[in-house]
């Protein structure tokens, strides 16, 4: 026969719960101070601000302008834009690997990154980096606490032209 456990321990169990909901409700009933709001401002001032992600969307590619989804190109633009962002990203393939050239518009000082590689920034919103295979070409756009996630242009639905 199993014991599942005596009364004296359902007893004492009880009597734990009884003093912890006890402190639970004499803290809800305590009156706390009120902050001056000066002193609330002041503290909120010291935070960073609260990051802002945005993910661009195709706005436009010279593919699509010609009609063109299922020739081999070599070279393509597509513009990616989210809020007042926009990313033009020139596509061109070298032997085996693309070159990818951009520019980005939208007001202040972008720093681009990507995931899987190195980007060397050229001044004034323009960029370029080689990249084996169009799934490795995404973007990421910084500036101050603004992130806008660029699609490579396998995701922006390319792959299939190449």
Known sequence: MI?????????????????????????????????????????????QPERQF????????????????????????????????????LYMLEGKHWEVVGKV?????????????RVRTLGDGRFEFSAPALSDTGLILRRGHVQVDVPSAEEAGFAGCF
């Open 105 to 117: 518009n939208g007001g202040g000082d972008w720093k681009v990154t990507r995931p899987s590689g």
């Open 3 to 47: 014991k599942v456990g005596s009364q004296d321990n359902f007893r004492a169990q009880g009597e734990e719960l009884s003093v912890q909901l006890q402190l639970i409700v004499e803290s809800a009933r305590r009156a706390y101070p009120s902050v001056p709001e000066d002193v609330v401002s002041r503290a909120k001032s010291l935070m």
């Open 54 to 89: 945005l993910k661009a969307r195709l706005t436009s590619s010279s593919l699509r302008m010609v009609g063109v989804r299922s020739l081999a190109m070599d070279k393509f633009q597509l513009v990616f834009e989210a809020d007042t962002v926009q990313a033009r990203v």
